[in-house]
Nanobody
Framework: QVQLVESGGGYVQTGGSLGLACFAS????????IGWFRRPPGKKREFVSA????????VYADSVKGRFIISRNNANNTAYLQMNDLRSEDTAVYYC??????????????????WGQGTQVTVSS
């Protein structure tokens, strides 16, 4: 099965940018649709963005549309989430996840079967 490891989290000021990476091992990243989710402090985990196996389809939560960009490089077994114009409400632990479904219900965490350990993103004003 695939193992996922996120990197790139940290502290950033409001309006700043951060890039997250999700590296896959054990199986080829190209076998899986990939989603990014986040868990804000004291709240439930929520959908952020997702990308199809080929990268041709991308989906975004309304809250990040126009600010975040999801991408993937299957040759490098890595998916990315570029986060721009960050706001305090973007503060959360960010997780990448792989789905075993060819075309999952993108926003449902139950469609994703393998998860990374998460990386903290803190946006301060």
């Amino acid at each position: 099965q695939v193992q996922l490891v996120e990197s790139g989290g940290g502290y950033v000021q409001t309006g700043g940018s951060l890039g997250l990476a999700c590296f896959a091992s054990g199986r080829a990243l190209s076998e899986y649709p990939i989603g990014w989710f986040r868990r804000p402090p004291g709240k439930k985990r929520e959908f952020v963005s997702a990308i199809s196996k080929s990268g041709m389809t991308t989906v975004y939560a309304d809250s990040v549309k126009g600010r975040f960009i999801i991408s993937r490089n299957n040759a490098n077994n890595t998916a990315y989430l570029q986060m721009n114009d960050l706001r305090s409400e973007d503060t959360a632990v960010y997780y990448c996840a792989a789905s075993g479904v060819h075309i999952p219900e993108w926003e449902s965490e139950f469609e994703y079967h393998w998860w990374g350990q998460g990386t903290q993103v803190t946006v301060s004003s």
